[in-house]
């Protein structure tokens, strides 16, 4: 079982520039979620899922854009990347309700 | 508002020692309760939950955590530390009507031999 899959595992970015944070589960699970992780700051929500087709906005979403185009899949795009947006960025799944949140292993990104 | 509080950044221990990592939450209605835990350089692993039923929950590696609803308080808790239970434990809560899942700050968990 792969689980959460995120992909790239590491990028570099110059100010200014765009990329897309591919997230993908195997698991069937409805919701979905992207967090990002800093230092002294914990786990910060960025947006989340509940259903394919519908998109929320968690405690940090300013500067983020997200898709959740079908169930698998759960992308976060930054359309003009910051230094603020160096990160660890995790992505989650969870089945219905009670159910707990599986992990992939992270996107490290550093913007210069 | 949704809200996690994990008051100590760090909790020192003896091997041997018990431990315990605070977490008190707000939430709408009744709170789904879990705790997570974060090795160096990889993702989070899951712990334990509280949904329903017995305040006091048993999860993995012999680590349990009591759900306190008077005080909104799940602290998580073992009776005798590893060195290798050294390691960055995050707690989160959803609601019950709600998927937002939020964590808290997290605590480093440091167990001396």
């Known amino acids: 079982n792969a689980g959460v899959t995120q992909t790239p595992k590491f990028q570099v970015l110059k100010t200014g520039q765009s990329m897309t944070l591919q997230c993908a589960q195997d698991?069937?699970?409805?919701?979905m979620y992207w967090y990002r992780q800093d230092p002294g700051m914990g786990l910060r929500l960025i947006y989340y899922s509940a259903s394919e087709g519908t998109t929320d906005k968690g405690e940090v979403p300013n500067g983020y854009n997200v898709s959740r185009l079908n169930k698998r899949e759960f992308s976060l795009r930054l359309e003009s990347a910051a230094p603020s947006q160096t990160s660890v960025y995790f992505c989650?799944?969870?089945?219905?309700?009670?159910?707990?949140?599986?992990f992939g292993q992270g996107t490290r990104l550093t913007v210069v | 508002a949704q809200s996690v509080a994990q008051p100590e950044d760090q909790v020192n221990v003896a091997e041997g020692n018990p431990l315990t990592v605070k977490c008190t939450y707000s939430v709408s209605g009744n709170p789904y309760l879990f705790w997570y835990v974060q090795y160096p350089n990889r993702g989070l692993q899951f712990l334990l939950k509280?949904?329903?039923?017995?305040?006091l929950v048993k999860g993995s590696y012999g680590f349990e955590a009591e759900f306190n609803k008077s005080q909104t308080s799940f602290h998580l808790k073992k009776p005798s530390a590893l060195v290798s239970d050294s390691a960055l434990y995050f707690c989160a809560v959803r609601g019950y009507n709600t998927d937002k899942l939020i964590f808290g700050t997290g605590t480093r968990l440091q167990v001396f031999p």
């Open positions: 509280y949904i329903t039923g017995d305040n």
């Open positions: 989650a799944s969870r089945p219905g309700t009670g159910g707990l949140a599986f």
């Open positions: 698991m069937n699970h409805n919701s």
